[in-house]
């Protein structure tokens, strides 16, 4: 089990950049893939970004194809979200989740833990 926390949320106006931090103690954090979600007030928790312990392959959900980068650090136990050209439907709370060893998890149940959430609000 890996503690999680994440950093950087805020508000920004649209068009504009973040990136968010997430910092992990505890053992084989490298071992696992890491992923970022976000879950907007009244809708589920979605998919973000992820990137796999090996290989370091990175997978994007559509809506953020192309504006969002994921990125690790192994030897500072950190994963990072680079934020860019931000919406206001971007506007959500974003954690920080790992725990699997599957280079594909992207779904909420692939991952066993998770950080307390950083909120970032985009307005228009």
């Known amino acids: 089990q890996v503690q999680l926390a994440e950093s950087g949320g805020g508000l920004v106006e649209a068009g504009g950049s973040l990136r968010l931090s997430c910092s992990a103690s505890g053992r084989s954090f490298s071992s696992y893939t890491k992923a970022w979600f976000r879950q907007a007030p009244g809708k589920e928790r979605e998919f973000v970004a992820a990137?796999?312990?090996?290989?370091?392959?990175?997978t994007y959900a559509d809506s953020v194809k192309g504006r969002f980068t994921i990125s690790r650090d192994n030897a500072a136990n950190t994963v990072y979200l680079q934020m860019s050209s931000l919406k206001p439907e971007d506007t959500a709370v974003y954690y920080c989740?790992?725990?699997?060893?599957?280079?594909?998890?992207?779904?909420?149940?692939?991952?066993?833990?998770w950080g307390q959430g950083t909120q970032v609000t985009v307005s228009s």
């Open positions: 989740a790992a725990g699997t060893r599957s280079v594909s998890a992207t779904r909420v149940a692939d991952f066993s833990s």
């Open positions: 990137i796999s312990w090996i290989g370091g392959r990175t």
